[in-house]
T-cell receptor, first 113, second 108 residues
Framework: NAGVTQTPKFRVLKTGQSMTLLCAQDMNHEYMYWYRQDPGMGLRLIHY???????AKGEVPDGYNVSRLKKQNFLLGLESAAPSQTSVYFC????????????FGPGTRLTVL | EDKVVQSPLSLVVHEGDTVTLNCSYEVTNFRSLLWYKQEKKAPTFLFMLTSSGIEKKSGRLSSILDKKELFSILNITATQTGDSAVYLCAIRDDKIIFGKGTRLHILP
């Protein structure tokens, strides 16, 4: 039981490049979330999903897209990376059935030059 | 506007002290309020609170929710250096929205 995993762990991009971050969970959780964390800003919600095939915008969605084609995977895409997207990205999942323990992935450190 | 506000933003105390961390929120309808501890890596879950006035305890940590006054507190008694971390509060509905956190540093 791996919990929540994120790929890759580190990445350096040049401005304008694109990339996809993969989040996978093996707990059959309905809800999945993507956050970014910057110094002094706490965790800010980018996008989230309440089930397979659904996505919704969070607090800071601009510049990001997401997809949830399979229940266990939640992909975060950056179409044209900007230096302002330099951050640590965390994926998380939660059951949705009343047990509100939210499980986090280990994070992806992204630098955009 | 900030929907979840934590205070203080940072706190330095000596080992053995008791600390109280505050979380106030604007949302009136939500499923639960969540507390997390974050050290160098991803946040780890501490408490889930759904009902007003019912204290949750885990060792030296305890937390309570006041739905009338729209706040929650996290208490840590007999603090240890291992309690040094950022403590995060979040409101859960379909979204889970976090406050900016309280950075706690325990001096030996």
């Amino acid at each position: 039981n791996a919990g929540v995993t994120q790929t890759p762990k580190f990445r350096v991009l040049k401005t304008g490049q694109s990339m996809t971050l993969l989040c996978a969970q093996d707990m059959n959780h309905e809800y999945m979330y993507w956050y970014r964390q910057d110094p002094g800003m706490g965790l800010r919600l980018i996008h989230y999903s309440v089930g397979e095939g659904t996505t919704a915008k969070g607090e800071v969605p601009d510049g990001y897209n997401v997809s949830r084609l399979k229940k266990q995977n939640f992909l975060l895409g950056l179409e044209s990376a900007a230096p302002s997207q330099t951050s640590v990205y965390f994926c998380a999942s939660i059951d949705g059935g009343g047990q509100d323990t939210q499980y986090f992935g280990p994070g992806t450190r992204l630098t955009v030059l | 506007e900030d929907k979840v506000v934590q205070s203080p933003l940072s706190l330095v105390v000596h080992e053995g002290d008791t600390v109280t961390l505050n979380c106030s929120y604007e949302v009136t309808n939500f499923r639960s309020l969540l507390w997390y501890k974050q050290e160098k890596k991803a946040p780890t879950f501490l408490f889930m609170l759904t009902s007003s006035g019912i204290e949750k305890k885990s060792g030296r940590l305890s937390s309570i929710l006041d739905k009338k006054e729209l706040f929650s507190i996290l208490n840590i008694t007999a603090t240890q250096t291992g309690d040094s971390a950022v403590y995060l509060c979040a409101i859960r509905d379909d979204k889970i929205i976090f406050g900016k956190g309280t950075r706690l540093h325990i001096l030996p």
